[in-house]
Each structure stands twice: as structure tokens, then as C-alpha cells.
């Protein structure tokens, strides 16, 4: 029983707790527009939570500048293009430059100078969240600065197989499809690789991840077209993926989680998986940056608040351990998807923000006490 | 090296003097007004009182409370709100003493006996607990009349009874580090924690214990901040668990554990309180203010970090 649970502890509760949204909504969340809505307005949390993921896999380290930086990237792509008037792609560029030096700061700080994680990342939580609310003071009187390319929304808040609201697009459907298929193809390929037998575990599963992804596609048809930040999700998820269970580079990553003595003897260079680490996240959350920002068609100062709260919580549902050691991107997405669920289900039911901050402070909580229960022999 | 021998020991001494100076040159005099350094104090006693709290849980072993500063608005939310209902003043400073008190348990049991990241419980009890404030101010700003409250906790009858309060906690924390056997485990821990549990030093207790020390010293300072001020609002206390922990770290107390002493964090929250007071008579705005906090709190550690790795190089 209690292997079951730690198996499938992340589906388990993704199960109920969408049972539960779906009685309490009355299926109000089932709709065409909702499901793509989860997507949409949730596409930060996919994102993070990958980066996130991938930092905590390298023992337990953690960021929780990602929301404040995510605004001082807002901040950043407003100056550059609504005052300063550079072009898309220079300001894209110049954005991953500051996403890069950063991330370049904060893993030399922490995994060169030792300095602890969450004390450099405080740092940054002050410090860019003051920075970017002081430019947007500085250039607008109205809290927001607007006048964002159009080339740039396009790029990251548009929609890509886009057809009329009222009818049915059948390119968005087939891509969704395509996809599915293409992953289960992937996954078969590698599972035969490796020699071991399919089951039927295995044969559930991939009908289920088809089944959740006709949904998908044919809730995007409805609504208008494939998200752009879905796929920048589905790009950053995969590549992540694929990287880190088939590359030398990831598999150090996640035997330094396990044992970072042990990593180190055996030839693992520490420090520089975690400084990758940090520039990763950084880089990740410049992407959401971007996407945050072309979705607001503005950059706000209440953009990404509480974004560090989210990520976490969905690296914890996913059962992403603190203490390192674990692969789980595809389970930290589902714990994405689950708070994404959750944010949604809250809002269509008319609970106040209160409430949500409460709820979810109890989610995380409660979903590291379980992972410590269920490890605790490891620990002991 | 006679003068970095010198430097090492006297950097936050020097640091507290430049920094001083700076502002009094910047502020063109203006930082000694007899107002301001009033001002000076009753503004930043909470960052005494908190850095107090702060600096032995960080000394257990790098356990950290981000969530104080919410705690602060949930617990005078609830101390106001019930004097609101007729409740003496005197009962509500009881009630928020047990508040506090429950609300480090919590924290304790979650990361001493379950062993969960304090930065984690911590972060999501930053939000439940300003969520549940949030709910009890509805939104609004309440405030307070009643004379025992006041008399208490404010300068009403001329003696102002808070510094009291602040002398206790600030004292009972020097006392925890200094003299009392379980600062002695508190170090022990903090330094090693396998010799620690080894020895027979119970983990579970002492952690416990810093955490409870930590929520009562939470509900005196949203006593003598409320006192002050006469106001909840539900944004009080946003930066004050930044500010705490900038104090223990530029009072060069070791982000891992184990190391630092009350003197250096006293220091380091005049410091903090100073850079608050000066970069307000400045004009700065907040937003700014953040920009320079988050930075500080970042060279502290690293500069403690410096010079201590000189120190073992020439040893």
C-alpha cells in the first residue's frame, strides 16, 4: 500500500483534487474555454516548475527570486521597446542576456562562493522586485507600461493553427494528436531500448495521456487555436526531459541529488552542475518574463507576485524531493497542471484571493510532510 | 597582517561608523536631529526584537522564519479585533503571546521532528498566515482605543514602557546565547549536527524551543508595533522578516549555524535601522529601499564569508 502511494502519490491526488474542482464547479471547468483557460493563464507555472525542478534535483537548492525577476523582465521588455523602441528580436536578446548574467550572479554566489540558496535568492527577491517597480514608476505615471510589439505578442501570446472562435479547427486538433502520438511512440521506442517489457500499466498509461490530449486539442479547436505558450511549454518540458535522462550531463545531475559526496568521487564537477542549474532557472524565468508580459500586453508591477509560491507548490505536489536526488519533471508538471486546476477552480467558484494563499500554503505543507513520511527510513 | 587581523574583528563596528557617516553627510546633519533619532528607535524596534528571534533559530543550523512579518499582522489583526469585541487590553496581549507561542509550536514540530525545509514551511506559512489576516481585517485598517493597550505598549504617559519590552527580548536572547545550557546545544547544533545528536543533544527540543522562543518574541513586536502606530493594516510587517535577517547577517551570525553572537546582531540591526531611518530622510522610495536591502543582505554574507576564509588561510 505504501508503495502504491509513493508510486502514484502525484496522480493520485491530481485524480481527487479534479474530481473534487469538477462536482464543486458543476463541470463549469470541463468547458472548452476553461481547459484552454488552465493553459493560458497557467503557462508561468509549466514553466517555473520545469526550471524549479531542475534546481532541485541538484540537492535541495531553491529559488525564490523567479517571481520578482519575472517582473523585473517585464519591466526590462517595456523599457527596451516601448521607450527605448528597439525591434523584437534585439530586445529578446537583450533579455536573455540579463536572464543570463543573473542566473550567472546567483550560481556563482551559491555554488562557488557557498553562499546558502535562500539567502542569495532573498536577495534577489528584494532586490528585483523594488528594481523593476522603480522603472516602471520611472517611465509611466499609470503603473504599466504599454505600446509592446506587435511582432513580440505575436510570438508569445498569440495563437499558432488560429481559427474563428465559432467553429471547429481541425489543425489544432491534429497537432495535439500528432504530439500524443509522437511521445507514446518516443516512450515505447525507449522502453524497448532499454529491454524491459511493455505492461499493462505501461499500455493504460499511454491511453490515458491520449485520451487527456484528444481533450486538449479539441478544447484548443473550440477556443481559437493552439496557445503559443503551450508550446513554448511543451519545448522547454521536452527538451528538459529528454536532456536529462538520456544526457551524461543529466544523469550527473540527478546522482549529485543522490549523493553529492558520492558524485564528487566519482568525478562529477559539482559545482558547475549547480551553477548550470541557476542559469537554467534564470533562463527560464526570463522565458516566462517574456510570456507574462505579452500577455498582459503591458508590463505590470503586480506581475509575477507570488509566482515562487506557485512553483514550489507544484514541484511539491509533484513529489520533487528537497533533499535532492529525483527526476520528476513530468510529475512536477502534473503538480503544475494540478495549481493550475486549483487557481481556476477557485476563481470559477468565486472564493477569494485569502483564501487561495491559505490554501495553497497548506498544499505545500502538506505535501512535504508526506514526501519526509515516506522517505523517513532513507533519512533516519 | 596586524590591520586585516583588525579588519576581521572590527568590520561591523567600522561598517556601523561609515555607514553612520554617510547618511549624516548625505542627510546634510539631519540624521542626528533629536527627532530623528527618537524615530530612529521606535521604528526599528521590531528589528531588534525580531533579529533577537531570528538569531538563535538561525544559529540552530540555518533554519530561517520568513514568515514573521505576516505573523506580526495576523497576530494584531486578531489582539485588534478582539479589543474591537470589548475585550480588555490586557486579555488581548495574552491571547497574542499564545498565538505566537502556537505558531512557532508549528513551525518547530513541522521542521525539527518532520524535518521539512524552514525555508518552505516557512514561505508557505508566510502565506497562510497573511491570507487568515487578510480575512480577519476584511480588507479594512483597524485600530485601537483601548487605555491599557495603549498605556502598555505606546508613549502615552510620557515612560515609554515598549523599550522595555524590546530591553527584555533583546536581553532574554543574550541570555539564551550566553549563558543558558540549552544555548550551548543551540551552538552545538548549529556547528555539527551529527556530533550534536551523537552527544545526546535532543534535536528535536531545541529546534522546537527556538521556534517558540521566535513566535513569542513575534507577538511582542506586533504588540509594541500596533502600540505605536494604533493601526492594523493588512500590509503591515511586508519587509520585516527581510529586515531580521539582514540584522543577524550583518551582524555577521553564519548563515549556516553555529556561529555569530548577540552582540554583532545588536549591532547589525542599528545598522539595518539606521539605513532604514537615512534612506527615508533621503527621500528614497521604497521600491529603492528594496533595491539596497536586497543587496545588503547579500555583500553581509559574503563579506562575513570573505574574511572568515581568510582567516582560516593564514591559520
Known sequence: MKRILKLYSTEIVFGFVSLLFIILTGAEILKPMNITAIFLQNSYIFILATGMAICMTSRGNIDISIGS??????????????????????????????????GCLSGYLISYLKIPAWVTTLGGYLSFRGLGVALINTFSTTGSIVGIDQSFMKLFSGKIFSSPIDSFGQGSLLFCIILAVSAITYKLYSLRKEGSSITNSVIFGCALSF?????????????????????????????????????????????????????????????RAVFMTYIFMALCATLTGCIVLS???????????????????????GGVSLYGGK???????????????????????????????????????????????????RYE | MKIRGFLQKNYL?????????????????????????????????YVFILASGMFICILTGGNTDLSCGSAVCLIGAIAFRMMENGYGGFVSFIVMLAVGTAIGAVHGYLIGKFRLPSIIVTLASMSILRGIANLILGGYTLSVSDETYLRLFSVSDGFPFYFVFVLLCVSAAVYISEFAPIGRHIYALGGNRKAARISGINEVRIIVFAYIFMGILTAISAAVV???????????????????????FIGGTSAGGGKGKMSGVIMGALLTGIINQGMSILGLSANYQNVIKGIILVMAVLSGYLLNREGEKQQ
Not at chain 1, 523585473?72 to 542576456?97: D, E, Q, R, S
Open chain 1, 295 to 317: 500577455r498582459f500586453h503591458a508590463s505590470s508591477s503586480y506581475a509575477g507576485v507570488n509566482f515562487e509560491m506557485d512553483t514550489i507548490a507544484a514541484c511539491a505536489i
Open chain 2, 226 to 248: 500596533t502600540g505605536r502606530m494604533g493601526i492594523v493594516g493588512p500590509s503591515l510587517g511586508e519587509t520585516y522578516a527581510m529586515d531580521a535577517i539582514a540584522a543577524c
Open chain 1, 69 to 102: 525577476f519575472v517582473c523585473f523582465i517585464c519591466a526590462m521588455g517595456g523599457v527596451f521597446m516601448a521607450v527605448m523602441k528597439l525591434n523584437t528580436g534585439f530586445t529578446i536578446i537583450l533579455l536573455l542576456i540579463l536572464g543570463l548574467l543573473w
Open chain 1, 211 to 271: 485520451a487527456v490530449s484528444l481533450v486538449i486539442g479539441v478544447s484548443f479547436s473550440l477556443t481559437g487555436g493552439v496557445p503559443v505558450s503551450f508550446v513554448w511549454m511543451l519545448i522547454v518540458v521536452g527538451i528538459t526531459q529528454i536532456w536529462i535522462e538520456k544526457s551524461a550531463e543529466g544523469r550527473k545531475l540527478i546522482m549529485l541529488g543522490a549523493n553529492p559526496e558520492n558524485a564528487r568521487i566519482a568525478g562529477v564537477n559539482v559545482k
Open chain 1, 327 to 377: 527526476q520528476r519533471i513530468l510529475k512536477a508538471i502534473l503538480g503544475a497542471a494540478l495549481i493550475g486546476i486549483i487557481n481556476l477552480g477557485l476563481s470559477l467558484i468565486g472564493i477569494d484571493m485569502n483564501w487561495q494563499w491559505i490554501i495553497k500554503g497548506i498544499i505545500i505543507v502538506a505535501f512535504v510532510s508526506f514526501d519526509m513520511y515516506l522517505k523517513k527510513d
Open chain 2, 13 to 45: 563596528l567600522l561598517s556601523l561608523i561609515s555607514i553612520t557617516i554617510f547618511f549624516w553627510i548625505m542627510s546634510e546633519g539631519r540624521l542626528f536631529y533629536y527627532g530623528n533619532i527618537l524615530n530612529l528607535f521606535q521604528q526599528n524596534m
